[in-house]
């Protein structure tokens, strides 16, 4: 058989999709979580003006699109696409229907209905007071990972495509600019919007006119040592800078940016129609790749399924929802945005290449895929797409990985130190900003170098990380399930995907602990038993839960329940 | 025609706006009420027991301070108003 195109691929992927937002989340919607357009929602029955805030559903999709969706959904394909086009292209597509959607709105249902509170509190009220320590755990080790796979990320795109070094650091000098011209100067937004684009696209072929390539050993370092070790200065400097002044802009120009890049990627799809020259399935894996179940279902978690995506639901989405129904639009579709970049990423990595034997050069071990591959394969698509010379297409897609990666990053960092400072609390300590985010820096680049000065190994980090997110999710379906159980409702399509998320977290935790004790990486393996015995907890505490939440009597129906009081007309805006 | 298109663009503007504004609404309100805790601790100095050269001023302010005093010194570890004569709780 001739290999199939990738814009059938695309048609289909994107038609699965839409299918499940049509027809699925319908369904969820009516006979599973009920939502109801009458319900008072918390960003009514608790406006401030600050949380809890209503918000028009696509401006809110729109935060909650770019708020999930960064570098992760396309580090994640194109690791998997080694096993072949087939299995990601299904885990995404599937995942992105049956499990990303249904959870990310579940999550926000089970957030609304109990007065905006996050999953975290929610855990503690619905599995206990250790269920909400198992949330901290969870979280604590998930910013960590984050932090060292995306510094590790970056670093390599930029001693890959010395061409992104100029727009990834002049985009910080764009946004500070934005930052000064909304702030001080108060200019049009829509103006400065289009001004902060143009400018990062001028950086972009500047830097690729000028590439920058480090020299072999700078300041005893590897170039790749060099930037990990500039991109935690940046992150711990932007963490503590006044938001308005870098990180705000940097997110809303990052945002518009995420719809460009979609736009440029799925665009070039269309009218390049490249063949997937990358084998269905890969009967030909390199040796050290692992074995398909499990690990599948962790290298790529963003884009089938996110435990992430259950913080960001639940903790802001949810308080902004204007309607209950809106949640079917904003969590739903914002998973299937989410699905569509994974999707283009298996694109990028399958179809970008001219041969076979030029994929299988790239693919030659289960550590070289990764965002590099991406670049290279959507860089070459775009070329042939839009006619943008190669290298200034794989300049223009490096930034944007680059980019989305740092947001994540420094986000990350700011976050952590949060958590730094809780632990502390609880510790006796009182930690200022600076000591909280040198200790958080200090821990994620112990963990970033942990594998090698250069931190080469640093996929190493990406299942790992993988399986903390879907043991996330796992927590957050489980908590969706209790609360269906107790109202009598039909919960078996929260409970298969949550167990089925939990077995293959699970088991890969385990499969990986094997390969971390042969390669003695200890640091990582000491992380592993953490999370192995966190998902054991979460499978004791969820069952004990379901169990106590069927031997109940049912609450009644959301419906019977909803007083006057509650209720918020429909006429009314 | 052009005010379809004004009303348009003003849409656009005011999404564009809340897209900017919105994801960091509770960090400028949380740096607004630091700020604010501070200045009610310049008022209360002298309550606190630090002199205050500028105290003839600041105890004007404080009728307009009331209001936000209890949920300022609960925030602040303190059970009870620090001023004997003013208490809130």
Redesign the interface.
């Known amino acids: 058989m001739d290999a199939p195109n990738s814009l059938v691929l695309a048609i289909i992927g994107v038609a699965m999709m839409l299918a499940g937002y049509f027809l699925y989340s319908k369904f969820l919607a009516k006979k599973v979580y009920k939502l109801n357009a009458e319900f008072k929602t918390p960003s009514h029955e608790f406006s401030d003006?600050?949380?809890f805030?209503p918000?028009?559903k696509?401006?809110l999709w729109?935060?909650h699109f770019t708020?999930v969706a960064g570098a992760a959904p396309i580090v994640g394909p194109a690791v998997a696409v080694i096993w072949g086009w087939f299995p990601a292209f299904l885990w995404v597509t599937l995942g992105t229907v049956f499990l990303a959607g249904m959870h990310d709105l579940g999550a926000m249902w089970a957030s609304v209905r109990n007065k905006g509170q996050s999953i975290g509190t929610l855990s503690g009220r619905y599995i206990g007071a250790r269920g909400r320590n198992l949330f901290l755990v969870v979280i604590f080790l998930l910013l960590l990972m984050v932090v060292a796979a995306f510094a590790v990320v970056i670093s390599g795109l930029l001693v890959d495509q010395p061409g992104a070094v100029i727009p990834t650091w002049g985009a910080l000098v764009v946004a500070l600019l934005v930052g000064q011209a909304?702030y001080r100067l108060k200019w049009?937004?829509?103006a400065v919007?289009v001004a902060g684009v143009i400018a990062l696209y001028a950086l972009i072929l500047l830097g690729d006119r000028y590439p920058v390539e480090l020299p072999e050993s700078i300041l005893g370092m590897s170039p790749q040592g060099f930037w990990i070790i500039t991109l935690f200065v940046y992150a711990a400097i932007a963490s503590v800078l006044?938001?308005?002044v870098l990180?705000?802009?940097r997110?809303?120009i990052n945002?518009i940016q995420l719809f460009i890049g979609l736009g440029i990627l799925y665009g070039s799809v269309m009218l390049a129609t490249p063949t997937l020259v990358a084998p269905a399935w890969n009967d030909n894996v390199p040796a050290d790749t692992p074995s398909i179940v499990p690990l599948l279902f962790v290298t790529i978690a963003c884009g089938a399924i996110s435990g992430f995506h259950g913080t960001v639901s639940s903790g802001?989405s949810s308080k902004?929802l204007a309607r209950e129904t809106d949640a079917r639009f904003v969590g739903y579709f914002g998973a299937v945005g989410e699905g569509l970049l994974a999707l283009g990423a298996i694109i990028a990595c399958a179809a970008g290449f001219r041969t076979l034997a030029d994929w299988e050069a790239v693919y030659d071990s289960f550590s070289s895929g990764g965002v590099g591959v991406f670049v290279q394969g959507g860089g070459a698509i775009v070329n042939n797409g839009l006619g943008i010379p190669e290298s200034l297409s794989a300049t223009i897609l490096a930034t944007m990985a680059v980019l989305f990666a740092a947001t994540t990053m420094d986000t990350g960092v700011r976050l952590k130190r949060y958590v730094v400072q809780e632990i502390g609390q609880l510790a006796g300590f009182r930690l200022g900003t600076v000591s909280a985010t040198l200790i958080t820096v200090v821990i994620a680049l112990a963990l970033t170098f942990s594998q090698g000065g250069d931190g080469s190994g640093g996929m190493l980090i990406w299942p790992l990380f993988g399986t903390t997110n879907q043991l996330l999710a796992a927590l957050t379906l489980s908590i969706v399930t209790i609360m269906l159980i107790r109202k009598g409702r039909p919960y078996l399509p929260v409970l298969l995907p949550a167990a089925f998320v939990m077995i293959m977290a699970g088991s890969a935790a385990v499969v990986q602990l094997g390969g971390f004790y042969r390669d003695g990486e200890w640091l990582l393996l000491a992380i592993d038993v953490v999370i192995i015995i966190a998902a054991v907890w979460v499978m004791v505490e969820s069952i004990i839960a379901m169990g106590q939440a069927f031997k109940e009597k049912k609450e009644p129906e959301d419906d019977e329940l909803l007083t006057e009081d509650q209720k918020f007309p429909l006429d009314t805006t | 025609m052009s005010r379809e298109l004004m009303s348009l663009f003003n849409q656009l503007s005011r999404g564009l706006r809340e897209f900017y504004v919105a994801p960091y609404r509770r960090v400028f309100a949380r740096a607004q009420r630091d700020e604010e805790d501070l200045f009610m601790m310049l008022v209360l100095s002298e309550a606190l027991g630090v002199p205050n050269p500028a105290s003839g001023a600041t105890l004007e302010l404080l009728p307009e301070m009331l209001d936000r005093m209890h949920h300022w010194h609960l925030r602040q570890g303190l059970d009870h108003s620090p001023i004997d004569g003013l208490s809130c709780c």
Do not use: M
Request: aromatic share 12%.
């Open positions: 003006g600050v949380d805030v918000t028009n696509y401006i729109g935060h708020s909304i049009n937004l829509l919007t006044p938001v308005w990180l705000q802009p997110d809303y945002g802001t902004q």
